[in-house]
């Protein structure tokens, strides 16, 4: 089912050759249905590409669904970019009592900096903290996600003593093969990370509100989630594409020369001159599935009644 976009929004196009139904808000109004409102606060530098990869994701159902990109101010941005952001986000201060169905925090590249000194930090936990009144469920996602379970738990991050790049099995935990989330998943799949952080998974497992629905030898935890499935914190990238860690590779070829190691299991064969071979997006596709039926079968058909949930 279609994503609700301005008629003059640039990638239209690209969408529907993914087989993306896109909607003019103008022919949504006309429909006798209440779409999902869905936001997408987008922190990465990637700021176009990460729209699409999610758009996507959140296109795999019946359900239609009412986007509302998200912008915070901050130094991080490219002068090049600030055209598409005015034209089609809207500022956080603009929305920031606003009512959703759902909301999508996408990771940053600051996880090397200490939390508090990242420059839209405070506006940030604003956001987490209205998120809990008004958004049914938020999914947070690699260093969103860092940023959730340390601002509403606490839980701190470390530094790893390598980057952790490629795609990781993940081996799903017995006791989650009904979670509603992880619904129709096989025993093991797999996650793209890209980060050079860890959470202090034993400080998560202390903390009964929270529950880990996987465990991977490699990248620790990809899905973690309170109780009520408020909030949800993706560890990886399950959006990424064919592409994007083949372009982090060769960006990092370019600025560390014989210091960069391929991605790991995300080549065929481990050699990037034989291709990419892309085995996490059905996963990638069911998740995001089961996350908006679940939000469709349990958020109030009036979202002002969500603030006594």
């Not at 990460?50 to 941005?77: C, Y």
């Not at 090049?80 to 201060?93: G, K, N, S």
């Not at 994007?244 to 014989?258: A, H, I, P, Q, S």
């Amino acid at each position: 089912m279609p994503i609700l976009l301005p008629k003059d929004y640039p990638h239209s196009d690209e969408l529907n050759r993914k087989n993306v139904f896109v909607m003019t808000d103008t022919r949504a109004s006309s429909q006798q249905i209440r779409p999902l409102k869905i936001g997408i606060l987008n922190l990465m530098p990637t700021i176009e590409t990460t729209e699409i990869q999610l758009m996507t994701m959140l296109a795999n159902t019946p359900l239609q669904i009412d986007l509302k990109l998200i912008m915070l101010e901050t130094d991080h941005r490219k002068a090049e970019d600030m055209q598409h952001l005015t034209q089609f986000y809207v500022r956080l201060e603009d929305v920031i009592d606003d009512k959703f169905d759902g909301l999508i925090i996408t990771g940053a590249p600051v996880e090397k900096l200490p939390f508090e000194k990242v420059d839209y930090w405070q506006s940030l936990v604003q956001l987490m903290d209205n998120s809990r009144k008004n958004v049914f469920s938020t999914v947070h996602i690699c260093w969103g996600s860092q940023a959730g379970l340390y601002h509403h738990f606490g839980i701190k991050k470390r530094m790893l003593a390598n980057k952790l790049f490629g795609v990781f099995p993940h081996q799903l935990l017995h006791k989650n093969y009904d979670n509603p989330l992880t619904r129709g998943f096989d025993d093991r799949f797999l996650v793209p990370h890209s980060r050079f952080t860890m959470i202090d998974i034993e400080a998560v497992k202390k903390i009964p509100e929270l529950e880990i629905l996987d465990e991977s030898y490699f990248a620790g935890p990809h899905i973690i989630a309170t109780q009520n499935k408020r909030q949800i914190f993706l560890n990886g990238h399950w959006e990424y594409d064919r592409g994007t860690l083949m372009r982090e590779y060769n960006r990092d070829v370019g600025v560390l020369k014989d210091g960069t190691v391929p991605p790991y299991n995300y080549f065929v064969a481990d050699r990037p001159d034989f291709g990419v071979e892309v085995t996490w997006k059905a996963h990638a596709n069911l998740f995001y599935s089961n996350w908006l039926n679940y939000v469709y079968q349990e958020t109030p058909y009036d979202l002002e009644d969500l603030s006594g949930i």
